[in-house]
């Protein structure tokens, strides 16, 4: 457990590092993701970054595909407009926070967790070739934790 104590700066820093150790793991998932081709009925791709219900819980991904006729299958792996599918950010080890770096108002630690994982994961996206992934797409942080912003992944096509 990290204990309270250290300030918002030492506390991004801290966070980053452990975002950073598990960026492989990602970066690889990420390569696996973008092997999979993506038909043309696919207009877009979101990726939603969960944090929990107080901001607490370890961040997961989850990437949605969606285009005009969505359709649920979850025995298809392929790539199709209304598929979802959890991307492992390799975040399952990482060392806990004390709670009190979140429930602090005035320090508001969740907003600061929530804008650097969102850079972060964007960070590795682009580092696969992501700016150039077939399909357009965007990340942001689900129940509006961090600044309500999405970042933009790759260009449209």
Not at 1 to 28: T, V, W
Not at 125 to 141: D, E, L, M, Q, R
């Amino acid at each position: 457990m990290i204990p309270f104590g250290l300030n918002k700066e030492q506390f991004q820093a801290r966070y980053r590092r452990c975002l950073e150790r598990a960026s492989k793991h990602l970066i690889d998932e990420l390569r696996k993701l973008f092997s999979i081709g993506a038909p043309d009925s696919v207009k877009e791709a979101e990726v939603q970054i969960f944090l929990g219900e107080d901001g607490l819980d370890t961040p997961t991904a989850w990437i949605y595909f969606s285009g005009e006729n969505n359709k649920v299958d979850h025995s298809d792996p392929s790539i199709f407009p209304g598929r979802s599918m959890e991307l492992s950010v390799g975040l399952e080890n990482m060392e806990a926070f004390d709670e009190r770096y979140f429930s602090d108002e005035e320090f508001n630690g969740i907003t600061l967790v929530a804008n650097t994982t969102k850079h972060r994961f964007a960070e590795c996206w682009w580092k696969t070739g992501g700016w150039s992934y077939a399909i357009p797409a965007k990340v942001w942080i689900h129940d509006g934790f961090g600044d309500g912003k999405a970042i933009k992944l790759s260009e449209n096509r």
